[in-house]
């Protein structure tokens, strides 16, 4: 449960606030907005007096976390990509993720684009293996064909590479390409 802001709401209790939550939680500049008013409007909902010039107070905030360092987009967008890409998210899931929490699309695909992180070949094999799709099924059932392959598509994923997923022989003709 997020800690409430008591009393009168002052820009150094929004700067708390918002320091107190990226203690707990990566985010995005976005992000750190959002629960600011979030707080505002429970504040408001409280019966709290919130001031005209509260709006802008956050506005304030999210410049000083930004000069500070605790808040950097680029940095969210490289170690979210990272992060879905090893649990076997495709690079469309990814987009649609990181433009949810508002990080800039431009900063998304700088971060796909990184060496470090997975394709989606690689993200593909490791969605496939988790959900025991195609060769990976702990029982081969040639009729769950249609399944597999809309599960792959669901998650964001070629047809191309959907079906050299699900159509493949053995694990280690998928290791090889």
């Known amino acids: 449960m997020m800690a409430q802001m008591p ?4 820009p150094d209790r929004l700067f708390n606030r918002a320091g107190h939550y990226l203690e707990r939680y990566a985010a995005s ?4 907005r959002a629960v600011l008013q979030r707080g505002l409007q429970r504040a408001a909902q409280r019966g709290e007096v919130v001031p005209e010039e509260a709006r802008g107070w ?5 410049a000083r976390l930004v000069a500070l360092g605790y808040v950097d987009d680029k ?16 690079s469309f899931k990814i987009r649609q993720t990181l433009a949810h929490k508002g990080v ?5 695909q700088e971060a796909l684009a990184s060496d470090d992180v997975a394709d989606d070949w690689q993200a593909a094999l ?17 009729e769950k064909r249609p399944q597999h392959l809309a599960a792959l598509a669901r998650a964001g ?7 050299r997923i699900v159509d493949a022989e053995t694990v280690e003709e998928l290791q090889e390409e």
């Open 7 to 10: 009393g009168s709401i002052t």
């Open 29 to 32: 500049v976005e992000g750190v």
């Open 58 to 62: 956050i506005e304030e905030t999210l």
């Open 75 to 90: 940095k969210f967008a490289e170690v979210k990509v990272r992060s879905l890409r090893n649990r076997g998210a495709s």
């Open 104 to 108: 800039d699309s431009d900063m998304v």
């Open 126 to 142: 490791t969605f496939a293996r988790k959900r025991r799709l195609g060769v990976f099924a702990t029982v081969p059932c040639p």
């Open 157 to 163: 994923f070629s047809l191309t590479i959907a079906r």
